[in-house]
């Protein structure tokens, strides 16, 4: 692949090429939990939700406290925070913006998320501290709006997820600002900011958070001709379906790397931390194994294996290798169960005893073949002996969630590594 | 009172001689190339004869440039505006900010309308494009009669609302008809239906039928209900909204005619006096109702309906 011309991605070190230019991985958060486990698994950034100003109103959001706790933590990885500031706002949104963009500055946030120019004027305003980059709300698809946003003085633009990469590589050639793209996480299949079937079919205005997924119900289609509706489905067919599978680009980072793309966003504030752990420790480790050595990259199977443990649904990689197929959408099916649960956190290893303190998050019992990951271990499995509860009870089963449990593992683990289970 | 302008979305050059007729004063054409969801197409020797009896007839027509434009488009974008400026058209009407930088980098004198369709909900976003360039701004289907009328108490730009018909609801790049076909095993569809403006999607949970097609822009989704204002329009026209849309994609010629022509009553009314709009805005209305197909329901779309989130 030809190196571009603005941007300075690798050098020759020692015979060896090596990439300068590493991406930051940018991983979801919708609580602190969730946000220290994506920085201490390896994100360069997490994006958050404030009370304000962003969609998801569901997704869990920060308080201005909890934010400002979030960029102490990050702090000490050399972590950055961003939140989402992304709603079209309606007249009666616009109060309380300036006061709020302050508080976010103040908090040490290091940018924020907009779609509306009434949001990006006013941060320019009142909080020039903060960075701003454009939301994939605005569909950005095209170089000369790129340049568009560049000058009226953006820091970086979030592209529409139906850019591919050659198009991503021409907005790189003729424009110098940060382009964030998606890597992995559910897509909308409407160009973003352009769906308003919620609006619609539950008064719930999607563009200030409030999509319902109608996108992804059945629809029986019709025709009309001369006047009378046909079916244009018989016994035995599927429903018409919009739903997309998720993205995952897994194996194009190589390419997404050389293209000089700045950051690559994961999707998904209200996925659980094991799934944002997963994720993020799986791109981690081959954003690092390709940057260090990218002549003799390959990608491994068991990085592969180890992602699909947290997907609930089919992958695909939508537009970035071109245009998708039918092939890249689901009919008939929503979504499957994931292959693993989440049962455990550690929060303590005594490496005399060889005891495991965890905290509970799924059930389960002595017996079990359980697998341990981390960013400091590598993945491994074993079967649990004996489980106490804190008093040293024996127990016949973790129950409880939440419950601090403590067994033997020979293996050594640390706090905040996580305990995984097959599902049968 | 001001009237408010009333601008149609003509099929043809033929439509478009019984529309002024019918009374219309402005007119919005274009192409699928660069424009979404045109009622017609309207090639460049299209736009050049239309323009010409349009202003012939002293009234004003646009061009819809409002496509979400991929590299490979933009490319196109100036040589398209340069011979716009030629034919004189009105204004251009677009969504993507690519438009204000061609504008900008070319010096083509046409005024731009700002239309990004569900985006455009706040009057600061209408003054921004207006300092961009827009002399006007499309406001979003989705606002309410009260969103509506403080946009327009603080704008700094014309402001438009749709008054009449569908609006879209959904549009993604993906040719989900074809996908949903392909799926199927039923490759002869995919060609068959390509053109096909005759299908919807049923949601049989709400009963309501969702008109679908496809083009080079992918595929569009509209609205179970057409919007109908006619006996709606005190407050708009109390607050002097500066244009007035019925839209005619997925209509009948005739259809558009007849509801033209019953706006084009009511407004004259109203600016007479408000008592002889009231004296037959039902009679308007009864009329809209007998020439409305019988798939499509009217209602009046968000005019009178809170959204939350
Ligand atoms: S309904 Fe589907 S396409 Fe529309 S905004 Fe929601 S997720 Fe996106």
Known sequence: MTLLQNDHISEIHDGKRVIVKKPELLAPAGNLEKLKIAVHYGADAVFIGGQEFGLRSNAGNFSIEEIHEG??????YGARIYVTTNIFAHNENMTGLE????????AGAAGIIVADPLIIEACKQVAPKLEIHLSTQQSLTNWKAVQYWKEEGLHRVVLAR????????????????????????????????????????????????GCCQSCRWDYDLYAVEDGESKPLFE???????MSPKDLKLIESIPKIIELGIDSLKVEGRMKSIHYIATVVSVYRKVIDAYCADPDHFKIKQEWLEELDKCANRETASAYFEGAPGYEQQMFGEHGKQTKYDFVGMVLEYDEETKMVTLQQRNYFKPGDEVEFFGPEIENFTVVIDEVWDEDGESLDAARHPLQIVRFKCGHKLYPHNMMRKEMR | ??????????????????????????????????????AGEFNI???????????HSGKKVYVAMNAIYHNDRVDRLASYMQKLSEIGVDAIVFGDPAVVMIKRETGIPIPLHWNPETIATNWFQANYWGKRGATRAVLARELSMDEIIEIKENAEVEIQVQVHGMTCMFQSKRPLLGHYFMYEGKAMEVENRKHARNMYLHDKERNSKYPIYEDLNGTHIFSPNDVCMIDELEELLEAEIDAFKIEGVLQSEDYVIAVTKCYRQAIDAYAESPDAYFDIKEELLAKI?????KLRPLDTGFFFKETVY
């Open chain 1, 71 to 76: 960029v102490k933590f990050a702090r000490k």
């Open chain 1, 99 to 106: 006061a709020y963009l302050r508080a976010l500055e103040n």
């Open chain 1, 162 to 209: 139906e850019t591919s990469a050659e198009e991503i590589k021409r907005m790189k050639e003729n424009v110098d600002i940060e382009i964030e793209s998606f890597i992995h996480g559910a897509l909308c299949i409407a160009y973003s900011g352009r769906c308003v079937l919620s609006n619609h079919m539950t008064a719930r205005d999607s563009n200030r958070g």
């Open chain 1, 235 to 241: 016994e035995g067919n599927e429903a018409f379906a």
């Open chain 2, 1 to 38: 009172m001001k009237k408010p302008e009333l601008l149609v979305t003509p099929k043809s050059v033929e439509h478009i001689r019984a529309l002024i007729q019918a009374g219309a004063d402005a007119f919005l054409i274009g192409e699928q190339q660069f424009g979404l969801r045109l």
């Open chain 2, 45 to 55: 020797e299209q736009i050049t004869e239309a323009t010409k009896f349009i202003h």
């Open chain 2, 289 to 293: 109702e007998e020439i409305q197909p």
